[in-house]
């Protein structure tokens, strides 16, 4: 076992392909899958099923790429130090963010840390906040920034900055005069929500159940994977829905769409810095989080 073969195991499972494994890290298919196979022997025990319809890790896979990751992270980290040590700053960072932070915030912060270090390698992940947090549990992500709180004990969660949901319609909505409209009456309009796990969901079932009401009390008419979909599903006609102003700021900005507020519903959240309890930071991921701060400061 060595820290390549865990890195080409890891990008197999990340992948779910062979194929795909080896073109992102320029080698052949069968290399990949005899470094993998070096694997299992030097364990005994199989760990990708290559039965199913894509590589899936087995239960003895899934153990192996937590410890990887870790392990691999931990590589990054000692080359980090070491080039911060001679004065230099390089190495990988791999950044997650939900939906929202990952499409509308991070881009622009670590394009902006890209040109002051241009030696680091960093990796953005965008998913929805409760894969993010999986991401940091397991190692595969040293730091996140996400929509919603996690009561998970190995998560230590610092608040960036406030993120103002508010109800979005199309300009010609009989409500797009408005400014304020009575929860009751948003109970009873076609509603799109996002799918399980975003923070976007998680925050409107939490600021519901501090009015004694529920998400299945909405009249919803759809479920959408992305904001980005809810977007066009809210301009297609199809609902109405509660969206960050970030992800909308430019059809607001032309008029396309109305943002209002719910009486009684407070609709800001936080945006949070998330990583590992019990890990300590990288010296570049510190350095990212100080830039990051300072560029929300200003």
């Not at 890790?57 to 990887?68: C, D, K, S």
């Not at 159940?209 to 008419?221: A, C």
């Amino acid at each position: 076992m060595d820290l390549w073969q865990l890195h080409i195991f890891c990008r197999v499972v990340e992948c779910k392909s062979f194929s795909k494994a080896a073109e992102a890290v320029h080698l052949s298919q069968p290399t990949v899958s005899s470094h993998v196979k070096d694997l299992e022997d030097h364990f005994g025990c199989l760990l990708i099923d290559r039965l199913s319809k894509e590589a899936a890790p087995t239960q003895a896979g899934r153990l192996l790429y937590g410890y990887a990751r870790r392990m691999l992270a931990l590589r990054d980290e000692a080359e980090t130090a070491l080039a911060q040590h001679q004065g230099r700053m390089r190495g990988h960072l791999a950044i997650g963010g939900s939906t929202i932070p990952g499409g509308y915030l991070l881009p622009r912060v670590i394009g902006k840390f890209k040109i002051q270090y241009p030696q680091i390698r960093p990796s953005l992940i965008i998913a929805d906040t409760q894969r993010i947090i999986a991401g940091v549990v397991e190692g595969a992500i040293e730091l996140g920034v996400v929509g919603a709180e996690s009561r998970d004990k190995n998560i230590l969660q610092e608040r960036l900055i406030d993120d103002h949901m508010r109800l979005i319609v199309t300009a010609d909505h009989p409500w797009g005069a408005l400014k304020k409209i009575l929860l009751d009456r948003l109970l009873s309009e076609p509603f799109i929500v996002r799918e399980r796990g975003s923070g976007t969901l998680i925050s409107i079932q939490e600021r519901l159940k501090q009015q004694g009401r529920s998400v299945e009390e909405l009249n919803i008419v759809a479920e959408m994977g992305s904001t980005e979909a809810v977007r066009q599903g809210i301009k297609d006609g199809i609902g109405v829905s509660i969206l960050s102003t970030l992800a909308v700021s430019e059809d607001l900005e032309s008029g396309a769409l109305k943002a209002l507020s719910v009486e009684g519903l407070n609709l800001t959240r936080g945006l949070y810095l998330t990583r590992h309890r019990q890990r300590s930071l990288s010296p570049l991921a510190q350095a990212f989080v100080e830039f990051l701060k300072k560029h929300l400061q200003r």
